[in-house]
């Protein structure tokens, strides 16, 4: 039986997109025949603390389902990009000096991009249990951090592309969650293996009969047909989008929407929502992960949001709401648009589009059939293209070509 670590800075109980993706991989992947363990850190995201239940500094390691789980100490990140940079190198550190002395020598060390910095673990530990690693990108990093602004190209990001190119060479394979994301590793790293594995969903957890009576009382009463946003509050959503969209809509107009969150703008546009007076937004607190597919059987629609172009990025998002039969509101374009359109389910504006966002949205809120019709299509997309269950079999084979190799 072969022995995979999966190496991550998140995971569960914390909720996220990779959090899911690898906690439910991961017992997959048990089931094909793996030993899975997880090196991680003590719950600190997004609240910016370590959780009641963890020793702040004291390194754990626990059951959760079938893997073993070791979690080490690090510094959380709280506002600024020097806090997320100790953040990140922290853990680094913290996984190279902890993580041999908790977790038994893997065969196959699986790593998950971003933050980029967690390389250096991935180094350490690759050099410590002499086995090779593979390298998951989920955002090309520095490249989406210099895209939204959060650092400006300069001696720093050079330095941070470079160990990027050496990660990538030096790997046994790279995985990706985008074309694009596979498309830019291959022509800069055209000798290592690569393979797209994208994010996706397990239906049997979702649809219109996880309905719960607690879920339709959190959406509220109001009138209209219910636009649900639930995720990370944070400045590459673009929340803004959709609190302009509220406000143009006339009152005689249907239509409101719930955004289900915390994150690094939920102050900014719950303050909004109470100077503007923007009556069709509600803010609901992040709720449970196992609560969500009950939210969305109790929504109309979901309004899926990024905002600006940033190569690679698609929200997982995307493949919930396909598996809990609704149409979807995307603001986004290139390849999440496209997976959009391909598969029928929803309707994309470009961020910036007022105007195509508003028409998407009165089209969406106004016609149930076509409601019915893009959530249909939705639907046949998560139980073929994305489920995750296929997905995780192109990864086991893509694993163990590496163990070969």
Do not use: H
Request: glycine share 10%.
């Amino acid at each position: 039986m072969p022995r995979l670590t999966i190496l991550t800075q998140y995971f569960p109980p914390e909720m996220g997109a990779p959090q899911a993706r690898l906690s439910e991989m991961g017992e997959r992947l048990v089931d094909f025949g793996w030993s899975v363990d997880v090196l991680t850190a003590l719950p600190n995201y997004p609240e910016g603390k370590v959780r009641r239940g963890y020793a702040p500094w004291k390194p754990v390691v626990e059951q959760l389902g079938r893997m073993r789980v070791a979690r080490v100490p690090l510094v959380p990140s709280q506002k600024g990009f020097a806090s997320r940079l100790g953040c990140y190198f922290s853990f680094a550190g913290s996984a190279s000096a902890l993580g041999p002395s908790l977790l038994e020598r893997p065969d196959l060390l699986y790593v998950e991009s971003p933050p980029l910095f967690i390389g250096y673990a991935a180094r350490a530990l690759s050099l410590r249990w002499r086995c090779p690693y593979v390298f998951n990108v989920s955002d090309l990093w520095p490249e989406s951090a210099i895209r939204m602004g959060v650092v400006k190209p300069g001696p720093a990001t050079a330095l941070a592309e470079q160990l990027e190119l050496s990660l990538y060479r030096n790997a046994a394979g790279v995985t990706g969650q985008s074309s694009e994301i596979i498309e830019s590793v291959r022509q800069r790293a055209p000798g290592t293996p690569t393979e797209l594995v994208t994010n996706g969903v397990d239906p049997k957890r979702w649809g219109p009969e996880r309905a719960t009576p607690e879920a339709r009382a959190l959406l509220g009463s109001e009138p209209g047909p219910v636009f649900v946003f639930a995720g990370l509050l944070g400045l590459a959503q673009g929340l803004d989008a959709i609190l302009e969209l509220a406000k143009s809509l006339g009152d005689a107009e249907p239509g409101r929407f719930v955004l289900i969150g915390d994150g690094p703008v939920r102050e900014k546009l719950s303050a909004r929502i109470a100077a503007e007076r923007i009556g069709r937004v509600k803010l609901v607190p992040a709720q449970p992960r196992e609560a969500i597919p009950a939210l969305l059987a109790c929504a109309d629609a979901a309004v899926i949001s990024l905002g600006m172009s940033i190569v690679g990025a698609v929200p997982s998002k995307i493949y919930e709401a396909m598996a809990a039969s609704l149409p979807i509101l995307l603001i986004a374009d290139g390849e999440p648009a496209a997976r959009v359109a391909d598969a029928g389910c929803g309707l994309s504006s470009a961020p910036g589009d007022a105007a195509r966002l508003g028409q998407n949205f009165r089209r969406i809120a106004g016609d149930p059939g076509l409601r019915r019709e893009l959530g249909a299509k939705g639907r046949v997309a998560a139980e073929t293209k994305y489920d995750r269950t296929a997905i995780a079999t192109r990864l086991d084979a893509f694993l163990r070509g590496r163990l070969r190799g």
